[in-house]
Structure formats: C-alpha cells, structure tokens
C-alpha cells in the first residue's frame, strides 16, 4: 500500500522548527511528538535560518528583489532569443541571397 504524502500547514512548519531553535526539546522527541521524520524537521529549521531576516523585510525589499529576479530571468530570455535569431540567419542565409 503506497503511503500519501502528508502536506502541512506554514504555520504549523514554523511552530515546529521554532520548537527545534529553542532546544528545550531533542529533534527527535519533537518527531515522535508531531510524528514527522527528525530529518524534515532538520530542514525546516535551516530554512527558518536562512530565510528568517527576509521575514521582517520591508514590502519595497521584496519588491526589489521580485523585480531582480524577473530581470534576471528576463535577460536570460534575451540571450537565448538573440542566439536562436542568430542561428536561424546563419540557416537562411545557405537558401540564398
């Protein structure tokens, strides 16, 4: 019988990896307490390091890192528009003048 993968909540993730930075409890009493395997709850408590000043930013950080990535991808598209432009000149070009 294949086993559903259980989805859990944000804030239930954070409560949890809270949990974890407090130390008041092992990892592995809070897997046996929420019945989530000790490695996952390792996880959630890195990202929560990771990505806890990003919490507390301000809306006009989010929407300037937002906008960088949309750039990013943007000029990434760019690239490979001019390189396939590029490519379909060099292939009409051997058809004829």
Not at 30 to 54: F, M, T, V
Not at 66 to 76: I, K, S, V
């Amino acid at each position: 019988m294949v086993k559903k993968r259980r989805r859990h909540a944000a804030a239930f993730k954070f409560r949890v990896a809270l949990e974890a930075l407090e130390g008041s409890k092992t990892i592995s009493q809070l897997s046996s307490e929420h019945e989530i395997h000790a490695n996952q709850i390792r996880a959630w408590k890195r990202q929560l390091l990771e990505d806890g000043p990003s919490v507390f930013a301000t809306n006009g950080e989010r929407k300037q890192r937002e906008q960088e990535a949309q750039e990013a991808e943007l000029y990434e598209q760019i690239g490979r528009l001019k390189m396939e432009l590029e490519w379909l000149k060099k292939k009409v070009a051997r058809f004829g003048p």
